[in-house]
């Protein structure tokens, strides 16, 4: 749809939809740059606080996966007054709110509209030099994949829908998805990394597939190296996943090239829609165990090489393989 809208592109819009990253970043002078984010949508858990935690961890991490410093954000909410009282909205505010703390920023303002269905989310303003943007399209040949947090949550919020998450499951669910993304994106700076992206409801395989068309790359994915959620295999064996796991397969499995080996829960995993998930950075080789090192040091929840960028051949960008790692 933005595809379709005209075109005003300044010089100092460094980063806008043409590569369909995870922020906007507009340059404001020749160290410092702006970037925009914003991110909401309806509960994928009961507990209005936990809710609320999900979200805001959600929106920041966006800033996160461009390099950046968050330092505001502003608050969407869409609460249907006629079902839900407005005590339950300030438990959601609060939860945001908690992990705005966390990221040392404030919720500085906002806008409510009495809404169909409750909504929330925030827009986020963060700081970055310009020189040191973190962008899905800058990834190389021979750069490995590095992915942050582990993968399912798109499964286990739809086995909290349906109440078949076990208190262990949903325990682990929630600290996963409230864990900012700071750690990696320090890292990443620290290390000098050009490009990354964060995993939300493209999958671990739309995400990836953006980063190869990007840099005009082919990739290779590495299903044995996926860290996951626990419970996840088994609500996915049992039907319990959301429908955009099949969207994601439909759109971006067509151009993948899956290995005859593969499990039958490779291709639902892959297509995961995750909530608030971790961050994928393309690691140089000669940074690789310094980065993995860093990651763990720092206490990032995953450091799991996934995969390895290659110079572009003749059809599919992705080919998928059972197990292997670097």
């Not at 309806?42 to 330092?71: E, H, K, W």
């Not at 409230?178 to 939300?200: K, W």
């Not at 044995?224 to 088994?234: A, C």
């Amino acid at each position: 749809m933005l595809a379709r809208l005209p075109r005003t592109v300044p010089p100092e819009l460094l980063v806008g939809i043409q590569t369909s990253d995870d922020a906007a970043v507009y340059r404001i002078s020749a160290d410092q740059a702006i970037v925009q984010t914003l991110d909401f949508f309806m509960p994928v858990v009961d507990d209005p606080r936990d809710y609320g935690r999900i979200a805001a961890a959600n929106s920041i991490s966006d800033v996160y996966a461009m390099g950046g410093r968050p330092i505001l954000a502003l608050a969407i909410v869409g609460l249907p007054l006629k079902k839900v009282a407005p005590e339950v909205m300030g438990e959601v505010l609060a939860g945001g709110a908690e992990v705005c703390a966390e990221a040392g920023i404030p919720i500085a303002g906002g806008h409510s509209i009495d809404d169909e269905e409750m909504k929330f989310g925030l827009s986020v303003t963060g700081l970055v030099h310009p020189d040191r943007i973190l962008r899905n399209d800058r990834g190389r040949a021979g750069d490995w994949l590095v992915l942050t947090k582990p993968v399912g949550s798109g499964s286990l919020a739809s086995a909290v829908k349906r109440e078949v998450i076990t208190p262990e499951q949903y325990a682990e669910f929630v600290r996963v998805a409230t864990f900012l993304n700071r750690i990696p994106s320090e890292v990443a700076q620290a290390h000098g990394l050009r490009c990354a992206t964060d995993v939300t409801g493209f999958g671990v395989l739309g995400h990836v597939h953006e980063m190869a068309v990007g840099a005009d790359l082919d990739v290779d994915l590495w299903f044995g190296s996926l860290p996951l959620l626990p419970g996840v295999g088994e609500h996915i064996e049992a039907g319990v996943f959301p429908g955009a796991t099949g969207r994601n397969l439909a759109h971006y499995g067509k151009n993948a090239v899956w290995s005859p080996d593969l499990p039958a829960l490779a291709k639902p995993i892959l297509a995961d829609p995750q909530t608030s998930g971790g961050l994928i950075l393309a690691v140089p080789d000669d940074r690789l165990t310094a980065v993995l090192e860093d990651l763990e040091r720092k206490g990032a929840l995953a450091n799991a090489v996934i995969g390895r960028l290659r110079e572009r051949s003749s059809g599919p960008r992705m080919h998928i393989h059972a197990g292997r790692s670097h």
